[in-house]
């Protein structure tokens, strides 16, 4: 078995209690922060590698240090809201290794001289919000969160933050925004979050994932977690793997596991022994790959040179049966409904893309349909104010010159040129 960092509940089922999680050296961490100075946390986890699981994969450490130094409010913000199609590993560590969370929100606060912290968790995940309150409630009774922690003299107070279930809410500043009541609705960036960030106060967003890796990090040193996964890809890596596999779920390996071993070996293969038509290896912003990238490594840089991206690590696998204009016009959809509608390239530049691959869809396409689709994708990319504008071309785009021959056939013959089709969405 791989080194398990986060899914300790596969050592014990019961670690969402926080006595077990104490007896797996839950909270060590947090005591050896205490014995360093906020800089030293932050040095040691620039030193580490750990970069951001929820998509971008910017350095944790780096950006730990663009908070101001000194008095004043400041606020560490955990990004629960796991909206992407495909995405579904946070839930798993909030429910059940939820402690892992709160001591690396702890741990955080503490090195960024921030005494309050947000975990925002969207909206249906309700249950998981429960279970997350319940540690939050333990955790206060034990002296891991409030006033004068551990006798350090170090205040932290957490609390659990239910969003409505806005895709955008997982852009930072949408998510600021919804925490402090408003519309979940982007800002223009500067000022960034580190500046004016909750409440007009300096601010850290990290996801779920990343921050939950910071506890091992700090008891185990940067050296340790070095030496798991390929340079500058260090530690572990959650994989969510969906679609047309025998074994569908979350796995976690060492970043850099080839995309073979984790839909062969973790996965079980493809459903019924057909052979892999196409992948999504980082949720569904993340270009689409094809056969002949299984054996790359899933690490940002590897995606990366191959023109894809690890995004959130959820792979969605599409088996020879996957008819890919009825797959992308489910995701246009999406996109079109999860426009906040602030930017006019990105609100109605997504509807036009769904509208269109609609209609190829119905067997209503038109000639020069492909191109047209191709253009709008160009007048949409990097002109919006966040990133979902970009993440539906990022998705559209390579599906379509990828697999331009089906979309193609779509329009030519008003039929699709997969038979016996099985839906992926």
């Known amino acids: 078995m791989s080194e398990i960092v986060l899914f300790k509940h596969l050592i014990d089922p019961e670690v969402r209690n926080i006595e077990n ?155 600021i925004n919804s925490l402090e009541g408003k519309p979940g609705q982007p800002r223009l960036k500067p000022p960034f979050p580190a500046q004016y960030g909750v409440f007009g106060k300096p601010t850290t967003v990290n996801n779920v994932e990343t921050i939950a890796c910071v506890p091992d990090i700090i008891k185990k040193g940067a050296d340790w977690f070095l030496s798991i996964g390929p340079e500058k890809n260090n530690g572990t890596k959650i994989y969510a793997v969906s679609g047309h596999v025998n074994n569908p779920g979350v796995f976690e390996l060492p970043m850099g596991t080839p995309l073979r071993e984790i839909i062969y070996e973790h996965a079980g293969g493809i459903v019924g022994g057909k052979k892999l038509k196409a992948v999504i290896p980082g949720g569904s912003s993340a270009p689409v790959l094809g056969p002949e990238h299984l054996d790359i490594p899933m690490d940002f840089d590897s995606l990366k040179k191959v023109g894809s991206m690890l995004g959130s690590g959820a792979i969605i696998v599409m088996s020879e049966d996957t008819c890919m204009v009825e797959a992308f016009t489910r995701l246009a959809k999406f996109y079109a409904h999860e426009s906040c509608g602030q930017c006019t390239p990105c609100r109605e530049g997504t509807a036009w893309l769904y509208k269109i691959l609609k209609r190829i869809e119905d067997r209503e396409g038109k000639k020069g349909d492909i191109d047209l689709i191709l253009d709008i994708c160009g007048k949409i990319m990097g002109r919006t104010i966040c990133p979902l504008g970009d993440a539906a071309v990022m998705c559209i785009k390579p599906a379509v010159e990828r697999f331009r021959d089906e979309f193609e056939y779509h329009i030519e013959h008003k039929k699709c040129m997969v038979e016996n089709k099985i839906p992926i969405f």
């Open 21 to 175: 999680y104490i007896k797996l050296g839950g909270y060590e961490g947090l005591k050896k922060a205490f014995t360093m100075q906020p800089d030293d946390i932050i040095e040691e986890v620039k030193r580490s590698n750990l970069r951001g699981r929820g998509g971008a994969g910017f350095p944790t450490g780096l950006k730990w240090s663009f908070m101001p130094k000194g008095e004043g409010q400041k606020y560490f913000v955990c990004n629960a809201d796991e909206g992407e199609p495909g995405t579904f590993k946070d839930r798993y560590i909030m429910s059940e290794n939820p402690h892992q969370l709160i001591e690396g929100m702890v741990i955080g606060g503490y090195a960024m001289g921030a005494t309050v912290g947000y975990i925002y968790i969207r909206g249906e995940f309700e249950f998981v919000a429960k279970i997350l309150q319940k540690a939050i409630d333990e955790a206060y009774e034990k002296g891991f969160l409030g006033k004068n922690i551990l006798n350090s003299g170090f205040d932290f107070d957490l609390y659990v933050h239910l969003g409505a279930g806005a895709y955008v809410c997982g852009e930072e500043t949408g998510l």
